[in-house]
């Protein structure tokens, strides 16, 4: 109803005026309609625009307002102690200030009409309880938004979380450009500026053109544009000087209809190509914490309310927001690159291929949050053909776990170079542990494979044990003594010989494979075993499963939530070399020597049919044997193996190794590593702790 002043000599006593009586069902349809009206699926704010004014504008004939004679006191409304006069409603909460009723109209200054009653003028736009409330629902908005973006941990994610924050609350389409490439960190670009469309989200609606038809001209009112949106230019280069560049300099958001954004959306989306006029189209820039870093473009369609004017300061939230996790996220995954490649970089890149053995190997990082970690494999031949397989896990998940590990891996190589006992290499390991640092920890298991004695000796620090899977299919877990992991420092490492059998495959794997939230260490151990064992008998009791498959199958058994640290596997399938294909001899050191065991070699080849070989093998052994002669003051060996290839092996106790040189014509000597380096396949020299090896392999039909 129409309100009517009431002059003050008209005036009757409050106490005395009647009550008008109130319409319960008015109120009910009133509440509900503003409840349907709410509803709406916008953002908050602008559903609250539609209403807000039918809420706070004046009552019908069926209610009455607050502050009007007649009607019943608020009970939970605080009031001041009277004095001396009729009691005055307190303040009242919808208006936002006092609520002093005027000394003319009776009605408090919150109440609908109060202001226009006093002063004559209508109330400013923008003010009263439905544009607080307006307020209240974009600070709501802006603060679930942002905790969206902030959620995301990569690029990718916290693109998504801008456009599934703005779409469908804030506009209905978002098209987001970013840098390319994206600068990182501190350094400085080269080249031209180009944005290139990273993102674009839009309601369902808009991209089927499937609701929302307009009786009039037949087409969905959506995006005036959408055809030329979906197909927007991919790149944009941002001229110097033009106008897209200026709006990107001066960071904050612009409307549409501005001069400087009319100039720079053709520029970004690609000439010919348009979006809604007006305020509803709103380009922000993306500015990181030294540059900017690309754009957005929030649109809305003609049947949705235009944009306001606080709307560019919810834009420019966003953006900021946005831009600087975008920063975060490029740092983030640059660091976690590196880290990873230079994991990746200290493992091996493919595994030896030594003789009677062999080998496969796997390596997983954890989830993303702890991606990097300090477990390592490798696998490195040893004289004799002999090798040696090791496994190791230092402490921790960071970059300098990953460089310690680099480290071990250098230490365990050059100690398995100079031909040292399992347990000797873990204490090296040990020493050189705590030299790096007093927190510096590892676990670590080194095995050394026999493959002519079909034997294993190892070594372990603090690891897991190995499971050795027979080929009749039973899987054993190795008794190995456990020892202190390395870097403990003052512990003895004791080192077990066991039996390798021709078939039989050696697992050697990190804690990450057997351990997680879900299960100790033993439970996983349990579920290997078994894991195995089922596995090899799906193959049969004579034949091994594959290698390659073995290692594949072996990660399935991990769970969804088994994933809590990096795995690195190795399996080394035992093919050993049998007697018959080894010929082994001790030899004087007299001038005879040679002769002799040119003899000793032609009888073994013609034995296993090579004699095609015979006079290669003479010539070379008779070098390698005349230059181990000349110095050697203790029995040298002679040793002929049959595989793939044949290999022979030279030992005595200098451990000065030969290298190879060009003899000038008046030498009379020098040229025996020549020969031995133009008709060998492969040779090489191993300094052993009781002198070296020299070994060439020759190929046979």
Not at 254 to 272: K, S
Not at 400 to 424: F, H, K, N, V, Y
């Amino acid at each position: 109803m129409t309100e009517h002043s009431i002059p003050d000599e008209g005036r009757q006593p409050r106490a005395a005026r009647p009550a008008a009586p109130a319409d319960p069902r008015g109120a009910h349809a009133r509440a509900r309609k503003a409840r349907d009206t709410q509803g709406a699926p916008a953002l908050p704010a602008q559903a609250q625009a539609r209403t807000g004014d039918a809420a706070a504008g004046p009552c019908d004939e069926h209610s009455q307002p607050s502050g009007h004679a007649g009607a019943q006191p608020d009970p939970h409304r605080p009031r001041p102690a009277p004095e001396g006069g009729p009691e005055r409603p307190g303040p009242d909460p919808a208006a936002g200030r006092g609520g002093d009723r005027d000394s003319h109209d009776g009605a408090p200054s919150g109440a609908p009409g109060g202001e226009e009653r006093r002063t004559g003028q209508p109330r400013p736009p923008g003010s009263g309880p439905a544009a607080m409330r307006r307020d209240g629902d974009r600070l709501r908005f802006v603060g679930a938004a942002t905790r969206r973006i902030a959620r995301g941990i990569d690029l990718d994610e916290i693109v998504m979380g801008l456009c599934r924050a703005t779409v469908p609350t804030f506009s209905d389409a978002i098209l987001v450009y970013l840098r390319d490439p994206l600068p990182v960190g501190e350094e400085r670009p080269s080249g031209a500026l180009i944005l290139r469309l990273r993102r674009t989200d839009r309601l369902r609606s808009i991209e089927e053109g499937a609701e929302d038809v307009d009786t009039e001209s037949g087409n969905p009112p959506a995006l005036q544009v959408q055809n030329e949106l979906v197909t927007t230019a991919e790149l944009c280069e941002v001229r110097p000087g033009g106008a897209l560049a200026e709006v990107l300099r001066g960071v904050r958001p612009v409307f549409a209809d501005t001069p400087a954004a009319r100039a720079a959306l053709p520029e970004l989306l690609g000439e010919g190509r348009t979006v809604p006029l007006g305020r509803r189209t709103i380009l922000a820039p993306l500015r990181g914490r030294r540059r900017v870093i690309g754009a957005a473009v929030f649109l809305r369609r003609p049947d949705r309310p235009a944009f306001e004017n606080d709307d560019l300061l919810v834009a420019a939230q966003l953006a900021t927001h946005s831009a600087l996790g975008i920063d975060k996220a490029v740092l983030y995954g640059r660091e976690a690159y590196i880290a990873d490649e230079l994991q990746r970089t200290m493992l091996p890149e493919t595994l030896p291929r030594p003789t009677g053995v062999r080998l496969a190997s796997r390596y997983l990082p954890a989830a993303e949050t702890a991606r990097v970690g300090g477990d390592w494999y490798d696998a490195i031949p040893l004289p004799g053909s002999r090798v040696a397989l090791v496994v190791g896990d230092v402490m921790g998940h960071s970059m300098t776990s990953a460089a310690i590990m680099g480290q071990l891996r250098t230490t365990a190589q050059t100690l398995a170079g100079l031909d040292l006992p399992p347990q000797e290499v873990l204490h090296h390991l040990d020493e050189q542990a705590q030299r790096l640092g007093s927190d510096r920890m590892a676990t670590c298991l080194y095995a050394v494979y026999d493959p002519v004695a079909h034997r294993i000796t190892i070594a372990n620090a603090g690891h897991p044990p190995p499971v050795l899977l027979h080929l009749g299919g039973r899987a054993e877990v190795l008794r190995v003594p456990p020892g202190a992991p390395i870097g403990v420092g003052g512990v003895d490492f004791e080192a077990v010989e066991l039996d390798a059998p021709a078939g039989a495959t050696l697992l050697l794997y990190t804690d990450g494979l057997v351990e997680s939230r879900l299960r100790d260490v033993w439970t996983g151990i349990e579920q290997l075993r078994e894991r195995l064992a089922a596995t090899a008998q799906l193959t049969g009791p004579d034949h091994p499963p594959p290698l390659e498959a073995l290692c594949d199958d072996v990660l399935d058994m991990l769970g969804p939530g088994d994933r809590d640290d990096d795995i690195a596997l190795l399996a080394a399938r035992f093919d050993g070399i049998a007697p018959s294909d080894v010929a082994y001899w001790y030899l004087e050191p007299e001038d005879a020597t040679p002769s002799r065991a040119r003899r000793l070699a032609r009888s073994a080849l013609e034995r296993w049919g090579l004699q095609e070989l015979n006079d290669s093998v003479e010539l070379l052994v008779s070098e390698v044997v005349t230059n181990a002669v000349r110095y050697a003051s203790r029995p040298v060996t002679l040793r002929l193996l049959r595989t793939d290839v044949l290999r022979c092996e030279v030992g005595d106790d200098v451990p000065q190794l030969p290298r190879l040189r060009q003899a000038r014509a008046t030498d009379e000597g020098g040229r025996g590593l020549y020969l031995v380096n133009r008709l060998a396949r492969r040779w090489g020299a191993t300094r052993l702790s009781t002198g070296k090896v020299v070994w060439f392999e020759l190929n046979h039909g």
